[in-house]
């Protein structure tokens, strides 16, 4: 089965600054890569997903990328703010509809 | 449009007792249904999955048990609660090669 690993577990960024957060996957034949914003006591939210036919994905502050190639994708958050400090989950699965594999979770502390 | 309900929101148990959760979608047809369970500061364990009525898939083997008596509605289980059950229950839906939508959670503490 598939098996999803996120990295950090947890990141602090100073208002203003980018962060980053990757995630690996290891079956090939998925093509779906979601990333869910979870703040505290809430549901976890879509924030944005990538399908295996673009490598880029970009809104507004949020981007993702994915290499097929080398089973990676990452979630890039510019000019953070204070109200992006949450709980990041990445997934992974064959295609959206599908059962997804979640990541660990990434907790981002925005410090103002 | 969609939404998806469960309930009840919160709720705290003694050991041994059972538990009944409820979730509930609306404004679609033969949606692909999930239990979730996060412990505390923890990631998102599946629990069940359901593709249809009737259909249940369990990932974990434990105490708790999926029921799915009509198409949208789908209900977690136990007869007798443990410690380790507490913890934030979360339904969710998809449609097929649609997106994965969490319910509000439901909050169990287990005393």
């Known amino acids: 089965g598939e098996n999803v690993e996120q990295h950090p577990s947890t990141l602090s960024v100073q208002e203003g600054d980018s962060a980053v957060i990757k995630c690996t996957y290891s079956?090939?034949?998925?093509?779906?890569f979601p990333w869910y914003k979870q703040e505290l006591g809430k549901r976890p939210q879509l924030i944005i997903d990538i399908r295996s036919n673009v490598g880029e994905k970009k809104d507004q502050r949020i981007a993702v990328t994915l290499n097929k190639t080398a089973k990676h994708f990452s979630l890039h958050i510019t000019e953070t703010q204070p109200e992006d400090s949450a709980v990041y989950f990445c997934?992974?699965?064959?295609?959206?509809?599908?059962?997804?594999?979640f990541g660990g979770g990434t907790r981002l502390m925005v410090k103002p | 449009s969609q939404t998806i309900h469960q309930w009840p929101a919160t709720l705290v148990q003694p050991v041994g007792s059972p538990l009944s959760l409820e979730c509930t979608v609306e404004?679609?047809?033969?949606?692909?249904l999930y239990w979730y369970r996060q412990a505390a500061g923890r990631g998102l364990q599946l629990l069940f999955y359901s593709v249809g009525i009737g259909q249940i898939s369990s990932e974990v083997p434990q105490n708790l048990s999926a029921s799915r008596p009509q198409d949208r509605q789908f209900i977690l289980s136990s007869k007798k609660l443990l410690l380790s059950d507490s913890g934030f229950y979360l339904c969710a839906w998809s449609a097929p090669f649609g997106e994965l939508f969490f319910g509000e959670g439901s909050r169990l503490t287990v005393l």
């Open positions: 997934a992974a699965s064959w295609s959206a509809g599908n059962m997804l594999t």
């Open positions: 079956d090939s034949a998925s093509n779906y």
């Open positions: 404004g679609t047809s033969n949606p692909n």
